[in-house]
């Protein structure tokens, strides 16, 4: 039995005990002069020797508030109210002992006069913050995330990477899910990214970077859960906030925000309009050897691609909760989003000969218009059954995605004198649509002694229809391409249950939980004159087990160990199972694969965390049929597809940093070292290749005086191997500068991204047949931005929102 099997069984014997973490609780109520609760008021938890912000709540309507999820510490409490003096408390103590600490009832007095200067809180937000299944990302902290999109953001988290082909990577691994607000997008890379770079900076509140998610996630998504949560309003009466951005690189983007919000006692609506018109470049260099039997060179090929992208996109969203008692909520969400896009491809190709004399030229003039929908409609139940936290949460999703693509390919065949001989028109039509029924109920129960057990279950229907229809010009007679032309349908059930249980005692921490998984899947490709029709079906069943396990080295709650398990599945694109063949040229396709299967993986990992200063984490994963592309080189003709990589076994060591330099400085570093591994039998080839890299990320935040700050940020990784493929060495350099505006409801911020133009691609294709091949290929990532907002409201109202669904994993997974 190797060591990473019985580390994995030791793990789940000992947390089969219970879970959690320590909950140390502050809690009290609000008073005005005459005694009656104050509804609504802001209260701020600060630390007691420098006022750093800790946290903030709200009170009920009977004045009551509560911080929990704390640790041994000194605290104050501040309070900011309208008409109502400043309060600061004296020190609170939390010792190791003193779990559920209840203060007096404060009383505030009236403000009669002009408001006092208020106490300054150091109110920074730290870029980075741990808990015990999860980091949470602040992009606030950032001043060069203005006025970017959320994959510019996700890009600048710790242990992410994206790819330029919009692959999204956590901890070095590929087969991340991606859910907003807890709510799955359905999509997948070429999508997905466009949905990303459609959803502004400015609206994200929080990103939690899971690797190992607890049991009440979906088992989806082998590399881990990514859950980026926007920013919802909570004040009463109307208010919202705007922001507008322009950028430049060579070519102009912009990406504008209005957030507009009603709230009162009984309902709550939200609502939120974006607009984004993006436009960019990618400089794609291709060179292909081709090989006699003796490796001898027999042909050369070269290839430029100038891909110009511009979209234009609007999205809408408009929410209502209604309150219907004070422990039950109603509500409805709704969410629309409009794509319309255009790619152009002017793509020269040289074919040569050993001795690199020219043979032929091949001239493919391509674009691609692109019309993209999604609607979602969401009804929640969310009931209380005490004021301990004893609830049910139910959701109801409705989704649909329509897609229409219209592609049209202009080949031309040149010899040498540029005499032409041969020349096509291919058009292609490829509409395409899913629809997604979910149900998800979730109940949480907590007990005595910092105990709490979760359960739930869930269902999930999706229906897809993708046809093709291709034509052919030649000579001027137009014909069906039926060797292009398909059409394929394919539905999915899932029905899935949960429980995940958590104790937490003195310094020991413990979480537990088992999901079980059950999958129906049914797919036919209808055919053609051509080619036959077939039908498949599959049904699996599986047990995703999560464990976690965290201990307190000292009594001040300084140093903790934390050691975690989970089991993950990656479930393919429904687009990736559809065979259609997509051309770029006469010598490249792009196709999809009906036979991929479901991807597993045991991740598994143990950290050392020092405060929030310090987290020093060794991670291992083990994956059997990882999805990833592949490339076949069949007759000379390029095939990129998506298969199965037999086994894969990354390591990774990281390190993240927040280090107090000055007063004025706060640097954050997050490195990683990692090492993968692939085997697998790739069509005619062997594949087994080992590759180390390291990864560092330095930020330097810089608080200046005035209402200004600024930031300085840099970014760098090696050479490394990703399964078939080999990436060279690259990063970027990124400055930023923040003015506070209109009493500090605005903000001026600018940004310079890449500043040196170094974030350039290049990489090699390992394991072709008699093939090597390299590609290059730079980007418009040099860019300057400049982006205003402001925001307007007053009055907080402490009522939540529910931002949940049932159709978190099914929405990752449609891809255009």
């Known amino acids: ?98 779990f559920d600490k209840k203060l007096e009832t404060i009383a505030l007095s009236k403000d009669k006069g002009i408001q006092l200067e208020e106490v300054t809180i150091v109110s920074k937000l730290p870029f980075i913050e741990r808990k015990i299944d999860r980091t949470i990302v602040n992009p606030d902290a950032l001043i060069s995330n203005a006025g970017s999109n959320a994959l510019d953001v996700l890009a600048k988290s710790p242990g992410v990477m994206v790819t330029e082909n919009g692959t999204i990577k956590l901890k070095g691994k590929s087969g991340v899910i991606v859910l907003i607000d807890d709510k799955p997008t359905y999509l997948s890379a070429t999508d997905l990214e466009s949905y990303l770079k459609s959803l502004p900076a400015s609206q994200i509140k929080q990103i939690e970077l899971m690797t190992n998610p607890p049991a009440q996630y979906d088992a989806s998504g082998n590399a881990g859960i990514i859950n980026i949560k926007t920013k919802k309003s909570k004040l009463k009466g109307i208010n919202g906030n705007v922001s507008l951005n322009y950028a430049q690189g060579r070519y102009a983007r912009s990406n504008d925000n209005l957030s507009l919000n009603f709230s009162n006692k009984k309902i709550t609506i939200f609502s939120n309009l974006s607009y984004g018109n993006n436009n960019s470049y990618h400089d794609l260099t291709i060179q292909r050897t081709y090989k006699n039997d003796d490796l001898t060179t027999k042909s050369i090929f070269n290839q430029n691609t100038y891909i110009q992208p511009s979209n234009q996109s609007y999205s809408a969203r408009l929410g209502l909760d209604y309150y219907v008692t004070k422990k039950t909520t109603l509500g409805i969400a709704t969410k629309g989003l409009f794509n319309e896009s255009k790619v152009t491809q002017y793509n020269v190709a040289q074919l040569l000969n050993a001795d690199q004399s020219l043979s032929t030229t091949v001239i493919a003039d391509n674009s691609e218009k692109d019309l993209f929908k999604n609607g979602t409609i969401n009804l929640n139940l969310r009931h209380e059954f005490d004021s301990v936290g004893k609830q049910l949460i139910v959701d109801l999703d409705y989704v649909t995605y329509q897609t229409n693509i219209n592609q049209v390919f202009k080949n031309d065949v040149y010899l040498p004198d540029n005499s032409n001989i041969y020349n096509d028109v291919q058009h292609g039509n490829l509409p395409s649509n899913i629809t997604i029924y979910a149900f998800k109920a979730d109940y949480s129960n907590p007990f005595k002694h910092e105990a709490k057990l979760d359960a739930g279950i869930k269902t999930s229907y999706t229906d897809t229809d993708n046809d093709a229809i291709y034509t052919i010009t030649q000579n001027d007679i137009t014909t069906n391409n039926y060797n292009l032309s398909n059409h394929f349908k394919y539905s999915e059930m899932i029905n899935a249950a949960y429980l995940n249980f958590s104790k937490s005692y003195k310094r020991l921490s413990f979480q537990s939980g088992l999901r079980f998984e059950s999958t129906t899947l049914n797919a036919t490709q209808l055919g053609n004159p051509l080619k036959t029709g077939s039908f498949f079906s599959r049904n699996y069943n599986n047990l995703f087990p999560t464990a976690y396990l965290s201990y307190q080295l000292d009594s001040a709650f300084n140093n903790n160990l934390t050691l975690s398990y989970g089991k993950r599945v990656s479930r393919p694109f429904y687009k990736d199972l559809n065979p259609f063949s997509s051309p770029l040229d006469k010598y490249t396709f792009y196709e999809g694969n009906p036979y991929l299967k479901p991807t597993f993986a045991h991740n598994l990992s143990f950290a050392y965390s020092f405060k929030q200063f310090l987290t020093v984490t060794l991670s291992y994963s083990n994956s059997k049929d990882q999805i990833q592309e592949t490339i076949e080189i069949n007759n000379g003709i390029y095939y990129s597809r998506p298969g199965n990589i037999g086994s894969s076994e990354v390591f990774v060591l990281s390190l993240e940093s927040s280090i107090p330099v000055q007063k004025w400085l706060t640097t954050t570093i997050y490195s990683e070292v990692s090492q993968s591994h692939y085997q697998s039998k790739l069509y005619t080839e062997t594949l087994n290749s080992t590759g180390t890299y390291w990864y560092i990320n330095v930020n330097n935040n810089i608080q200046l005086k005035k209402g200004w700050s600024a930031e300085i940020r840099g970014e760098y990784i090696t050479n490394f191997i990703d399964s078939q493929f080999s990436f060279g060495d690259f990063g970027h350099f990124t400055v930023g500068l923040q003015k506070k505006i209109l009493k500090d409801f605005g903000s001026l911020k600018f940004s310079f991204n890449d500043v040196l133009h170094s974030d350039k691609i290049r990489g090699t294709i390992n394991n072709l047949h008699l093939t090597d091949a390299n590609w290059f290929g730079p980007r418009d990532t040099r860019v300057a931005s400049l982006t205003f907002s402001y925001r307007f409201g007053k009055n907080l109202n402490p009522k939540p929102k529910h931002t949940g669904s049932g159709s978190e994993t099914e929405q990752n997974r449609v891809k255009g």
Do not use: C, R, W
């Open 1 to 98: 039995m190797s060591f990473s099997k019985i580390v994995i069984i030791t793990i789940l014997l000992l947390v089969q005990l219970s879970k959690a973490q320590n909950n140390y609780k502050i809690s009290s109520a609000i008073n005005d002069s005459s005694n009656k609760p104050l509804d609504g008021v802001i209260v701020s938890l600060v630390k007691a020797n420098k006022l750093a912000l800790v946290k903030t709540t709200f009170t009920d309507e009977k004045g009551n508030f509560e911080f929990d999820d704390l640790k041994p510490d000194s605290f104050k409490i501040s309070i900011i109210h309208v008409g109502y003096k400043k309060y600061l408390s004296p020190d609170i103590i939390i010792t190791e002992n003193e």
